[in-house]
């Protein structure tokens, strides 16, 4: 993938001078964008993403300079604060991880037990045992989990497409990632059949 500062000019090259009117309509008035507009954009702001999980503050700082304008790297970094709401939920995940790479699977087996295929009332309460600073930290990823869960199987997405939907967003290993993927690939029926009666139960309140 091309580093920030190279996508942000692969984007001026491609749209041109008014660039500046069409980025910022990208956030303000999205309907009004053409779909080669939108690819440019997208392109640019994953790679950003990227530059800001890999710690490249150069290239960050680079765009900063290209941009040229508080407002529009304001909403940039708006827009970026929301791709990565679920990176930051996981960062408990991650240090966990970091730790002891077996714990992060012994911990994604209670919450799908627990929390995403049945709903143990006071599940947050075992955040010690899993070695979890606090119940806040326990419920905040159980929660990215099962939003996870739900986002894949209401998408009915491949297997293929699930690792990489779980990766980009938590960046855990690529191994916890996979066991991951297979723990919701293994259970995807019984998931369908939650969502289908969780939808119904919402239909009849």
Known sequence: MLNSVE???ILIENLGEEWKDRLTSFFRRPEDMQPFEKKYIIDFM???KEDFIGNRPFNLAEVEKLIGS???NNEIENYIDDMLN???ASEALRELERKDAARVRTAVDFIFERVILRYESGYE???EKYEFKTEEEFTESANVLDSLTTFIVSRNLYKATMMEVIYDNIRLTKENCQYITDKVNENFVTLQ???IVGKLYELLS
Do not use: I
Request: hydrophobic share 30%; proline share 0%.
């Open 193 to 195: 059949r939650r969502l």
């Open 86 to 88: 679920m990176y930051y």
């Open 7 to 9: 996508s942000l000019k």
């Open 46 to 48: 994953n790679s950003y």
């Open 125 to 127: 309460k075992s955040y």
């Open 70 to 72: 508080d407002v529009l």
